[in-house]
């Protein structure tokens, strides 16, 4: 019985004992697939997996492309590029900070923003917390050493460099140049911009506006290696940018400092613009006031921006291409061609002017008040005698006045290479009786006749009146682009100019209107003599324009030589008064600068 218990025990034990052996053999097979999985990973492949790792810890910054030069007609730069920094945070890594509200308050303290704009921001990154949100650009030395102290203690900040507009000449041409900014939510929502992404700069207004895809460049990626807290060790890898293309502009940077001069030398608002007549190409477009580019370099600052919306000038607004104005007696021209055109007078029919015309019990006055006595269609225009065109404008009627008016490319926009340009009104019946229930008078007539009245055109519209006069018949398409070119000068783009209309009106009837347009600075009782060259005939039209808010707007347009026209010119003064008192004289000053300066260069 003993016995029997012994074996038993001794059978146990030894159980016991397999057991724990084959349990001690598993986990030293165990050990040693780990131990072996362990060496392959850190030895092995270590390399591979050290790779993944810092892969993981890899931020893409995007580099802004530097935006094209911009030149005038000889190649002098009117805007380039300098470098800039800008102040951003990567949204992951800022997000980590322990004291987040602290942080927003010291970034925002130090950049001068609001913590509300910070957090707007943060808020509109969506998925794109590790690519950098810009907060502030352009910043200065002060900025830039307070900021790049809080990289130590705040995680996530991050200065960049970036390109940044440069205006050499301030103010000079800003309407034509116009300003680049960050683009907003709107624009975003614009199928213009559907392959651009917040945080992007774009022209806002002007040519930087209207030839943003040239201009551009192609934006580079800098991959950079961050720690746990975003700071950066270093560059990973890099892709450059590329450059947007330059454009050369049909501006002379000469002619277009002497026409601002010009009126700056007036005291007045106004435009001024100089064009060729047989290519289109803008030579000048002055328009003031105006604004300095400076002020929106790097991001438009804020009293600036107040100063000039309270500005009830409105310095922001393009007058040469936006402001609607009357084109007064300058639209004579439209009237008497047609006049002409459709046998409705002759040179030599005459009208009495006594100063003053009765339509039943309403009064129509001649600018000259004591009147002109005789007046055929050659003294007509020449000394701008208004009784005489509402006669004629009687027998032609509203019907053939809106005729000769689209003829002449008003009611239309030109299609100049500039944002916002207004097309004006070129009234009828229909219209009135649309617009105010009330129907078409003679006394509306009359007054349209005479470029009064409701109908309103742009300062490039009235130009392209005289601009069609110098070629003989037909108008070119203004434009302000001559070339795009890349690096070196090498031309990418070069448009040929364009035909904008061409007048239905007898070649005959068009010389009959240039040599009378010739006796209005030719002769002595000219209206436009004030805007006489030496050596240079000219030829022109005088307008003064009511205005029901003060003073009359004066306004002149020209062109010269004579027989071979080479620059068509307008003037206009905002309350500056009789056209040949104000207007002509400025255009004279002009043309003696283009041919005994310019030309001679």
């Given at each position: 019985?003993?016995?029997?218990?012994?074996?038993?025990?001794?059978?146990?034990?030894y159980r016991n004992?397999?057991?724990v052996k084959f349990?001690?053999w598993?986990?030293?097979?165990?050990?040693?697939v780990?131990a072996?999985?362990?060496f392959?990973?850190q030895?092995?492949?270590g390399n591979y997996?050290?790779?993944?790792?810092?892969?993981?810890?890899?931020?893409?910054?995007r580099?802004t492309a530097?935006?094209?030069?911009?030149?005038?007609?000889?190649y002098?730069?009117m805007?380039?590029?300098?470098?800039?920094?800008?102040?951003?945070?990567?949204p992951?890594?800022?997000?980590?900070?322990?004291?987040?509200?602290k942080n927003?308050?010291?970034?925002a303290?130090v950049l001068?923003?609001?913590?509300?704009?910070?957090?707007?921001?943060?808020?509109?990154?969506?998925?794109?917390?590790?690519?950098?949100?810009?907060l502030k650009?352009?910043?200065?030395l002060k900025?830039?050493?307070e900021?790049?102290?809080k990289?130590v203690e705040i995680?996530?900040i991050t200065?960049?460099?970036?390109?940044?507009?440069q205006y050499?000449?301030?103010?000079?041409?800003?309407?034509?140049?116009?300003?680049?900014?960050?683009?907003?939510?709107?624009?975003?929502k614009?199928t213009k911009?559907?392959?651009?992404r917040m945080?992007?700069?774009?022209?806002q207004?002007?040519?930087e506006?209207?030839?943003?895809?040239?201009?551009?460049?192609?934006d580079g990626?800098?991959y950079i290696?961050?720690d746990?807290?975003?700071?950066?060790?270093?560059?990973?890898e890099?892709?450059?940018?590329?450059?947007g293309?330059?454009?050369v502009?049909t501006?002379?940077f000469?002619?277009q400092?002497?026409?601002?001069?010009?009126l700056?030398n007036?005291d007045?608002?106004g435009?001024?613009?100089?064009?060729?007549?047989k290519?289109?190409?803008?030579?000048?477009m002055?328009?003031?006031?105006d604004y300095?580019?400076?002020y929106?370099?790097?991001?438009?600052d804020?009293?600036?921006?107040?100063k000039i919306l309270?500005?009830?000038?409105?310095p922001?607004?393009n007058?040469?291409?936006?402001?609607?104005?009357?084109?007064?007696?300058?639209?004579?021209i439209?009237?008497g061609?047609?006049a002409?055109?459709e046998?409705?007078?002759?040179t030599?029919?005459?009208?009495?002017?006594e100063?003053?015309?009765?339509?039943?019990t309403w009064?129509?006055k001649?600018?000259?008040?004591?009147g002109?006595g005789w007046v055929?269609f050659?003294k007509?225009?020449e000394?701008?005698c208004?009784?005489?065109?509402?006669?004629v404008?009687l027998k032609m009627t509203?019907e053939l006045l809106?005729?000769y008016?689209?003829m002449?490319?008003l009611?239309q926009?030109?299609?100049i290479?500039?944002?916002?340009?207004k097309t004006?009104?070129?009234?009828?019946r229909e219209?009135k009786?649309?617009?105010?229930?009330t129907p078409w008078f003679p006394g509306n007539?009359?007054?349209m006749?005479i470029?009064q009245?409701?109908i309103?055109?742009?300062?490039?519209?009235?130009l392209?009146i005289?601009?069609a006069?110098?070629?003989g018949?037909y108008?070119m398409q203004?434009r302000?682009?001559k070339?795009?070119?890349?690096?070196n000068?090498?031309v990418?783009?070069n448009?040929e100019?364009?035909?904008?209309?061409e007048?239905d009106?007898?070649?005959?009837?068009?010389?009959i209107m240039q040599?009378a347009?010739?006796?209005?600075v030719?002769?002595?009782?000219g209206t436009g003599?004030?805007a006489q060259?030496?050596?240079i005939?000219?030829?022109?039209?005088t307008?003064?324009?009511q205005?029901?808010?003060g003073?009359?707007?004066a306004?002149?347009?020209?062109y010269?030589?004579f027989?071979?026209?080479?620059?068509?010119?307008?003037?206009?003064l905002?309350?500056?008064g009789g056209g040949g008192e104000?207007?002509?004289?400025?255009?004279?000053?002009?043309?003696?600068f283009?041919?005994?300066?310019l030309?001679?260069l």
């Amino acid at each position: 019985m003993v016995k029997d218990d012994i074996r038993e025990n001794i059978k146990g034990v030894y159980r016991n004992f397999l057991r724990v052996k084959f349990y001690g053999w598993i986990a030293g097979i165990a050990v040693i697939v780990l131990a072996s999985r362990l060496f392959y990973l850190q030895v092995i492949k270590g390399n591979y997996y050290s790779g993944l790792a810092e892969s993981n810890s890899i931020t893409f910054v995007r580099e802004t492309a530097p935006r094209g030069y911009i030149y005038d007609r000889n190649y002098r730069a009117m805007v380039t590029n300098s470098p800039a920094y800008s102040a951003g945070i990567i949204p992951f890594y800022f997000n980590t900070n322990s004291k987040l509200e602290k942080n927003l308050q010291e970034v925002a303290g130090v950049l001068g923003l609001d913590v509300s704009e910070i957090k707007e921001k943060l808020a509109a990154s969506g998925v794109h917390v590790f690519e950098p949100i810009i907060l502030k650009r352009a910043l200065n030395l002060k900025q830039l050493s307070e900021l790049t102290e809080k990289t130590v203690e705040i995680n996530g900040i991050t200065i960049l460099q970036d390109p940044q507009r440069q205006y050499p000449f301030g103010s000079l041409a800003s309407h034509v140049i116009g300003y680049t900014g960050e683009i907003t939510q709107n624009q975003m929502k614009n199928t213009k911009y559907k392959d651009y992404r917040m945080g992007d700069i774009i022209g806002q207004t002007g040519i930087e506006n209207y030839y943003d895809k040239h201009l551009r460049g192609k934006d580079g990626l800098v991959y950079i290696v961050t720690d746990a807290m975003g700071r950066q060790k270093r560059i990973a890898e890099k892709v450059e940018s590329q450059q947007g293309k330059n454009l050369v502009l049909t501006i002379d940077f000469r002619l277009q400092k002497f026409a601002e001069q010009q009126l700056k030398n007036a005291d007045q608002n106004g435009v001024i613009i100089a064009m060729e007549p047989k290519t289109g190409d803008i030579l000048c477009m002055a328009s003031k006031p105006d604004y300095d580019l400076n002020y929106f370099s790097g991001g438009i600052d804020i009293k600036y921006w107040k100063k000039i919306l309270r500005d009830k000038a409105n310095p922001l607004n393009n007058r040469a291409v936006q402001g609607l104005y009357s084109p007064g007696s300058i639209y004579k021209i439209v009237t008497g061609s047609g006049a002409l055109n459709e046998n409705i007078v002759k040179t030599d029919d005459a009208f009495f002017c006594e100063g003053i015309y009765w339509i039943k019990t309403w009064p129509y006055k001649c600018w000259k008040r004591t009147g002109h006595g005789w007046v055929s269609f050659y003294k007509a225009i020449e000394q701008s005698c208004d009784v005489y065109f509402y006669k004629v404008s009687l027998k032609m009627t509203v019907e053939l006045l809106y005729k000769y008016s689209v003829m002449f490319g008003l009611g239309q926009k030109t299609g100049i290479d500039l944002p916002g340009e207004k097309t004006g009104l070129v009234p009828t019946r229909e219209w009135k009786r649309r617009i105010s229930r009330t129907p078409w008078f003679p006394g509306n007539t009359v007054m349209m006749a005479i470029g009064q009245g409701y109908i309103t055109s742009t300062p490039i519209q009235i130009l392209n009146i005289m601009a069609a006069m110098a070629n003989g018949g037909y108008a070119m398409q203004p434009r302000l682009l001559k070339a795009v070119t890349m690096d070196n000068r090498r031309v990418f783009m070069n448009p040929e100019p364009k035909k904008l209309f061409e007048l239905d009106v007898k070649k005959e009837n068009i010389k009959i209107m240039q040599d009378a347009l010739k006796r209005v600075v030719s002769n002595w009782a000219g209206t436009g003599k004030a805007a006489q060259v030496r050596g240079i005939e000219v030829a022109g039209k005088t307008g003064t324009v009511q205005n029901v808010h003060g003073d009359n707007h004066a306004m002149f347009a020209c062109y010269a030589p004579f027989n071979n026209p080479e620059i068509v010119v307008f003037v206009m003064l905002e309350h500056g008064g009789g056209g040949g008192e104000a207007a002509a004289p400025i255009a004279g000053e002009l043309l003696n600068f283009y041919f005994t300066t310019l030309k001679e260069l």
